[in-house]
């Protein structure tokens, strides 16, 4: 007498369990730090000249630098237009993220996103 072939057992189950609920934790972290407050940094020539708490807008607005135009709106900062040859840095779009940058190499402006508290990134013990 054969043995009947059994495809799916119970510690199949908790294996599955165990990878979705991992993935959607890994999913949804990323959905979950975007509501921090923010501080975007604008750098040109390798120095701050202006720091923006992007929770604290409360209208659009433009700022200029060295031929780029830097707009801010909604919690977001990107460059909406710039002089140099293959504007990559307005191709790049909007910014939301911390830890997000985006650069114009030609004119040497720098827009970065910080956030004000501290995200864990791992636990050491």
Known sequence: ???KKTFFRWGDGVIYFVLVTL???????????RNRALTAVITVGG??????DLAAVDSPYT???AGC????ENGAIGF??????????VKTG??????????CVPNRVVVSLIAKQKAFDGVAY
Do not use: N
Request: hydrophobic share 45%.
């Open 63 to 65: 700022v200029q630098y």
């Open 94 to 103: 909007m910014l939301r993220t911390p830890g997000s940058a985006a650069a």
């Open 47 to 52: 120095e701050t000249v202006e720091t923006i």
């Open 80 to 89: 909406s237009h710039a002089d140099c040859p293959d504007r990559l840095c």
């Open 23 to 33: 993935c959607a934790v890994l999913f949804l972290l990323p959905v979950l730090q």
């Open 69 to 72: 135009t830097i707009h801010v």
């Open 1 to 3: 007498m054969k043995a």
